[in-house]
């Protein structure tokens, strides 16, 4: 589950979260090309994050910062793939970028016990998950 950052958004009183994503794994690669294979053996495109040569980044205007420079972004993220190659292959369980549902440190509290650091996390029980995907969902809806 991806959560923003903790603060005022439009809306909702006081500091919050937004549930933004939750993704489920399945398939890990030790690498971009062995992923990119994974894909294309399955007649689908390769995602623009993961990086094989041919697979062009998607322009700026799809980022959080789109005043930069395309090329030094697409090196940057090159870079991290020498340090780091493996790859997760995900499905989209709930997605809402225009406008996510609020998650509250109560909320928190409720499915937790207390309130876990988000920016990184701990792993958390199946249980946990599903109680946030829920959560999201249900409040995606109104």
Not at 56 to 83: I, K, N, V
């Amino acid at each position: 589950m991806f959560l923003s950052v903790k603060r005022a958004y439009p809306g909702h009183p006081g500091p919050h979260r937004r549930a933004v994503a939750a993704l489920e794994v399945l398939e890990q690669f030790e690498s971009h090309k062995q992923a990119a294979g994974w894909y294309r053996g399955r007649g689908r495109p390769v995602p623009s994050n993961c990086l094989v040569p041919g697979n062009e980044p998607l322009s700026l205007d799809h980022t959080a910062h789109p005043m930069r420079d395309l090329r030094e972004w697409d090196l940057g993220y090159w870079a991290r793939t020498r340090r780091n190659g493996v790859f997760l292959a995900c499905r989209v369980l709930f997605r809402e970028l225009t406008i996510p549902p609020v998650v509250t440190d109560d909320d928190l509290v409720a499915i937790f016990g207390y309130v876990p650091a988000t920016l990184n996390p701990p792993r958390i029980a199946a249980e946990q998950f599903d109680a946030l995907l829920v959560l999201a969902k249900a409040r995606s809806a109104k």
